[in-house]
């Protein structure tokens, strides 16, 4: 019987596998893909919601890509490793003999996303919200929650959009902690950034979002049309699996250390011997050690390759006036050529998978 290697989440190391499935059909396995949508590309989301790039450019269908795989547009609710099989939300069951998910992150069911808070991930309701604002004209008095990078860049790209629309920019960044684990050179040009571009910081935690208004305890409040929820990411691991919000603890070879037929990568999974924030880089570059190791366990050759993820890596947010702030360890550095590095990446990596008509 041919052996099922099953690929649920088409995130960003899934993508290469698929762009690589005629390796798997050359082994004899037959690739699948279980995933609801489209593939959307977090580095160029901010860039869509400021309105300096179109939604089809941070957008790609797995489907398009040729290879010899099949793609089902269905969620995986359950896995069950020990009869090796998913559960998926029409409650169809399918069988694998490996598995491997990359379904990413998600925000944290919190009150705030309860009063109606837009969750800053699935980075596709980022282009939703620009039509809001463009809707709107600009004129929504905006707020962000958690003032980590992504946070810093959704406020910066709100406010890019209220000045495209020739709006004033009323954008409110609230959180305690800024862009923590990044130099203090780039917290302070992230500052200047914020108070050039229209964007106030407010270093409190919002603790409550009603009738209007964010509040920070203390009796202090803002009136808000919008807030956006970036209070940080945890894991979307399907049920049946022992994950923590951290993710499925995954061993150097990226199998999980429950089960050697189950692999993870990506935001869904924790490196335990190198833990990583949740950034898309570190499923690129393990991608190809992944698309190797799915094949040997599917062919039940015990070799596996060991993937170290790098301690120091580029990061570069879109400040939405043109330029770009750029970090690499403890560097950090502001100007359009950041800019520039970062639409040139991104066009390159999303490149790979376009399929021209
Ligand atoms: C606004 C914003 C900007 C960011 N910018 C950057 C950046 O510039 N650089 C960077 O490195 N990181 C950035 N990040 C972080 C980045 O989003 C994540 O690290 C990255 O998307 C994780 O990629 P992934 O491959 O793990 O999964 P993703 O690319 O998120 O893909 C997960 C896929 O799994 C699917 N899926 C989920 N659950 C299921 C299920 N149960 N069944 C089937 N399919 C499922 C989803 O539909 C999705 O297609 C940003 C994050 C945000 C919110």
Same mark, same amino acid.
């Given at each position: 019987m041919t052996r099922q290697v099953v690929l649920v989440g088409a995130g960003h190391a899934h993508m290469e596998a698929l762009r690589q499935a005629r390796r798997f059909a050359n082994a004899g396995l037959s690739l699948t893909l279980i995933d609801p949508g489209a593939f959307w590309y977090s580095g160029a989301a901010t860039g869509v919601l400021s309105g300096a790039l179109e939604p089809d450019a941070a957008r790609l269908n797995p489907s398009d890509l040729e290879g010899p795989f099949e793609h089902m547009r269905q969620r995986v609710v359950s896995v069950d490793p020990h009869a090796r099989t998913l559960t998926l939300q029409d409650g169809e069951r399918r069988a694998y003999d490996v598995l491997s998910l990359n379904t990413g992150s998600r925000i944290p069911e919190t009150p705030l996303l309860a009063a109606g808070a837009i969750p800053a991930k699935p980075v596709s309701a980022l282009a939703g919200l620009r039509a809001t604002l463009e809707a709107n004209l600009g004129q929504l008095r905006l707020a962000v929650a958690g003032a980590g990078a992504t946070g810093v860049e959704i406020a910066l790209s709100m406010a890019s959009l209220q000045r495209r629309l020739g709006a004033r920019p009323q954008t409110l960044l609230a959180g305690? /902690? +800024? %862009? *923590? =684990?990044?130099?203090d050179r780039a917290r302070r040009l992230a500052l200047e950034a914020m108070a050039r571009c229209g964007v106030e910081y407010v *270093? +409190?935690?919002?603790q409550d979002l009603s009738l209007g208004l964010v509040h920070f305890g203390q009796r202090k409040v803002a009136p808000v049309d919008i807030l956006v929820a970036a209070t940080g990411l945890s894991a979307n691991v399907p049920d049946g699996l022992d994950a923590s919000e951290a993710g499925l603890p995954v061993s150097a070879d990226l199998s999980w250390t429950g089960d050697a037929a189950v692999f993870a990568i990506g935001d &869904?999974? &924790? %490196?335990?011997k190198h833990p990583r924030p949740k950034l898309g880089v570190f499923g690129v570059r393990a991608a190809p050690i992944l698309i190797q190791n799915l094949i040997n366990a599917a062919m039940g050759r015990p070799a596996r390759r060991q993937y170290t993820p790098q301690s120091r890596w580029l990061s570069i947010l879109?400040? =939405? /006036? =043109?330029t770009g702030l750029a970090r690499y360890g403890d560097l950090a550095f502001q100007g359009k050529p950041a800019l520039t590095l970062k639409r040139w990446l991104d066009g390159r990596f999303l490149q790979r998978y376009r399929v021209e008509p």
């Open positions: 305690p /902690d +800024l %862009m *923590p =684990g990044w130099p *270093p +409190l935690r919002v &869904c999974a &924790c %490196m335990v879109d400040v =939405g /006036d =043109g």
